[in-house]
């Protein structure tokens, strides 16, 4: 398969600061990504569609101007969680779509784990 | 709308099998099937496409049976590295975002 990485890991942070994560495909390019939310013993949760050069498509009742995103390249998304709140620590993933011509495989990179005190 | 997997949790003994379904009340394009480790990101382990088409590698394979909207997931002699929660994903139209089910965890004790 192929890779997805995730920078950072894991990351604490105070309340009201902002945090970036980056979501790389290392060995293809993905003109789509997504972003995900986790919460302990459930399913993900989509956040976002991102699009590379073009505007995120975001879930119902995700906010857009908390969570920022940014498709730079056909190789970077980015996830900005701005002034973050405790109520916002989660794991975050991000996966990245390889287009295969008649279908797409989905690879998810190793994930965020965000702790705001 | 979410697929539904069953069962939500399985024990197993290692070397017993398990299966893992996965229903919609979508018609379907594709199954995607994926496992997940504690703590980690869930890691690709097959995508099946419409057509009824079976596939596998090593001891785990999976069905897709478009005209029920359903897949299964088949883990044979199971060993202990098969533990996790496995999601499927599906895909109504070709193209489209993935939807996750709710997950099965799976449990293989020596």
């Known amino acids: 398969g192929a890779v997805v990485s995730q920078h950072p890991s894991r990351v604490i942070c105070k309340s009201g600061t902002s945090v970036k994560i980056e979501c790389r495909s290392l060995?293809?390019?993905?003109?789509?990504m997504f972003w995900y939310r986790q919460f302990p013993k459930q399913s993900l949760m989509l956040m976002a569609t991102?699009?590379?050069?073009?505007?995120?498509?975001?879930e119902q009742g995700v906010e857009k101007d908390k969570f920022l995103i940014n498709h730079a390249s056909l190789t970077l998304s980015t996830l900005t969680v701005t002034s973050a709140h405790p109520e916002d620590s989660s794991f975050y993933i991000c996966?990245?779509?390889?287009?295969?011509?008649?279908?797409?495989?989905?690879?998810f990179g190793p994930g965020t784990r965000l702790t705001v005190l | 709308q979410q697929p539904v997997q069953s069962p939500q949790a399985v024990i197993l003994r290692e070397g017993e099998d398990a299966v893992i379904n996965c229903s919609s009340s979508?018609?379907?394009?594709?199954v995607h099937w994926y496992r997940q480790k504690h703590g980690e990101a869930p890691v690709f382990l097959m995508i099946?496409?419409?057509?009824?088409e079976q596939k596998g590698h090593d001891k785990i394979s999976a069905s897709f049976n478009e005209k029920k909207q359903q897949s299964s997931l088949y883990l044979t002699a199971s060993q202990l590295s098969y533990s996790g929660t496995y999601f499927c994903?599906?895909?109504?139209?070709?193209?489209?975002?993935?939807?996750f089910g709710g997950g099965t965890r799976l449990m293989v004790k020596p």
């Open positions: 996966s990245a779509r390889w287009d295969r011509g008649r279908y797409n495989e989905q690879f």
């Open positions: 060995d293809f390019q993905a003109t789509t």
């Open positions: 991102s699009n590379e050069g073009s505007k995120a498509t975001y």
């Open positions: 979508k018609a379907l394009y594709s």
């Open positions: 099946l496409l419409k057509g009824g």
């Open positions: 994903g599906t895909e109504n139209n070709a193209g489209n975002m993935l939807t």
